[in-house]
Structure formats: structure tokens, C-alpha cells
């Protein structure tokens, strides 16, 4: 019966598996887009190139900017925790670090 129902479920399972991996690419590409520092330190540079022509008032450049900043604080801080996190230890077959 295992054999049978696999077989038989393929055309319905198989497609589903494909679009959840893909779905799961596109989450983990947009996380890392989200989380590039470069990408806030761009977004400082168009708020102040938009307060300076004149565009926003200093009230909505400064309400944005707290939001860009702490975002950038966040990620400082996650990448902080995560370099201070002990690399794990790979045991060789005999028990011995390896």
C-alpha cells in the first residue's frame, strides 16, 4: 500500500513539495534582502536626498529615520549575538574534536 499510495499521490504531491521549496526560497531571499545593511544605509541616503529637495519635512524625515536606524540597531545587535554564539564542535568517528 506504500508504494501504491506514493505513487499515486505523485501527481498531487509532488507539485505541492515543488511550491512549498520554492515558496520557502522566496522567504529566505527576501529575509536576507531585508536584513542587508546596505539596503537601510540606501534608504538613509533617498530620506535625506528627499528632505534636502524638499519632498518631506523634517517631521516625516525624522519619523522615517528612526524607523530605518532601529531597524539597522536590530540587526547590528542580532548580528552581535549570533558572532558571540560558540561555534558547534564537530567530533571526529573516535570521539576526539576533529
Known amino acids: 500500500m506504500g ?3 506514493r505513487t499515486a499521490g505523485l501527481p498531487v504531491v509532488g507539485p505541492l513539495r515543488g511550491l512549498t521549496w520554492l515558496a520557502r526560497q522566496i ?3 527576501a529575509e536576507q534582502e531585508m536584513a542587508d ?3 537601510i544605509e540606501a534608504a538613509l ?4 536626498r528627499r528632505l534636502n529637495a ?3 519635512d523634517d517631521a516625516e524625515f525624522e519619523a522615517q529615520e528612526a524607523v530605518l536606524l532601529a531597524s539597522l540597531s536590530a540587526q547590528q545587535a ?3 549575538e549570533s558572532a ?3 561555534a ?3 567530533l571526529a568517528g573516535d570521539g576526539r574534536p576533529g
Not at 45 to 48: A, D, G, I, R
Open 27 to 29: 522567504a529566505a531571499a
Open 37 to 39: 545593511p546596505a539596503r
Open 78 to 80: 542580532a548580528g552581535a
Open 88 to 90: 558547534p564542535l564537530h
Open 3 to 5: 508504494i501504491f499510495a
Open 84 to 86: 558571540a554564539a560558540p
Open 45 to 48: 541616503l533617498t530620506l535625506e
Open 54 to 56: 524638499g519632498e518631506i
